[in-house]
């Protein structure tokens, strides 16, 4: 422990006296998904990351298709149709693909749904598993998939960017695609991370994308899950409007293969450590309301003419999949 613990403290030396960067930079670093600078700890290190231990609404969660409550005011989600350029980079985190912002005429704009502002796509994080068993930061009736692709965006309408928006309220509303390994079928998520990953491969890394929509990643559903949560990773803002596409997208054996040769570390660091597993455990619900606009059949009651508030079997997509 003591030995940790100096090494923790030689580490952030390190960092603060050779590479004399910025107050985010140094804190960026100064956490992972495992050992101790894990999930547990993650509240420990910085006043502003007290969410991460003592938060009341945070994310990711497990979802319970006994929780769910069907909305009839949830509308279709909008999402803009059109392609951007991006540049994808290995964050030593994840890899997160990061659209072109400089021209604010072709926003990818994100409105609707359950959300009351118009939002602006940032950026796109995937995280997955070592095995296809694990990898998903959220969880259907206790199930993981094997990797979960984050759309990411930002109150556009309240804030100049991501930065202030992701601590602000209402700041952020994030559209999870949930990611199936599939022997035959692959979906252009998989398509788009897999192809430029080995370009990627080390911390600091970054490859220019040719354009794409952002539209094109989504699965062929209008259904989604909704809650009120936070950033899975530090500071664990408690700023974000979740929307989990009830349906997974997928990606082939091979494709995985390609993601799980991704290292959390530089290029010249003498021990690599690979990037894999970097999901963050699921937090509780704490009563918060889990909406869908999934209207399944009502059954005839013939002796009942009060409708009554039902939990439903949801999911029979997500469910269904081993
Ligand atoms: C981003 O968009 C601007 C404005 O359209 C353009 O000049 C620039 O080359 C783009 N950057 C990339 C990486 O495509
Ligand atoms: C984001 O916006 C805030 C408030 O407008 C500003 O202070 C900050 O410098 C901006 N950050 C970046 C990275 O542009
Ligand atoms: C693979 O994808 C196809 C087409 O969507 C689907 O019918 C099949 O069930 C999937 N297989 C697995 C193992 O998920």
């Excluded at 390190?14 to 050992?35: K, M, P």
């Excluded at 409105?111 to 068993?133: N, R």
């Excluded at 596409?245 to 959390?264: A, D, I, W």
Aim: glycine fraction near 6%.
């Amino acid at each position: 422990m003591v030995c940790g613990l100096s090494f923790l403290v030689a580490f952030w030396l390190h960092i603060a006296l050779c590479y004399g960067e910025t107050e985010f930079q140094r804190w960026d670093r100064w956490w992972s998904y495992e050992g101790l600078t894990g999930p547990p700890a993650w509240g420990n290190f910085n006043q502003k990351w007290k969410l991460c231990t003592h938060g009341g609404r945070q994310s990711p969660i497990d979802i319970l298709p006994t929780d769910l409550l069907y909305d009839s005011n949830l509308k279709h989600i909008f999402l803009s149709k059109h392609k951007v350029a991006g540049v994808i980079r290995n964050t030593g985190h994840d890899l997160t693909i990061y659209l072109n912002s400089s021209d604010s005429t072709h926003d990818v704009k994100l409105t609707d749904g359950p959300l009351s502002y118009q939002y602006k796509v940032a950026k796109i994080v995937i995280h997955f598993g070592s095995t296809d068993k694990q990898g998903s930061e959220h969880r259907i009736n206790g199930k993981s998939f094997s990797a979960e692709a984050q759309i990411v965006a930002f109150n556009s309408q309240l804030y100049n960017n991501i930065s202030i928006a992701e601590e602000s309220n209402y700041g952020l509303a994030v559209i999870s695609l949930l990611v199936s390994v599939n022997g035959s079928v692959s979906s252009p998520i998989g398509q788009l991370f897999s192809a430029s990953a080995s370009h990627v491969q080390y911390r600091g890394q970054e490859k220019a994308l040719a354009k794409f929509s952002v539209h094109d990643l989504l699965p062929l559903t209008q259904n989604y899950i909704t809650y009120e949560g936070s950033l899975t990773k530090p500071g664990c803002y408690e700023t974000v409007s979740w929307i989990i596409m009830n349906k997974p997208v997928y990606m082939t054996p091979e494709q995985f293969g390609l993601l799980r040769q991704t290292v959390s570390t530089d290029e010249t660091a003498p021990v690599k450590t690979a990037l894999e597993n970097n999901y963050r455990p699921v937090q509780n619900l704490n009563r918060r309301a889990l909406r869908t606009n999934i209207n399944f059949p009502e059954q005839k009651s013939a002796a009942c003419d009060i409708k009554r508030e039902k939990a439903y079997t949801v999911n029979q997509y997500l469910s269904k999949l081993k």
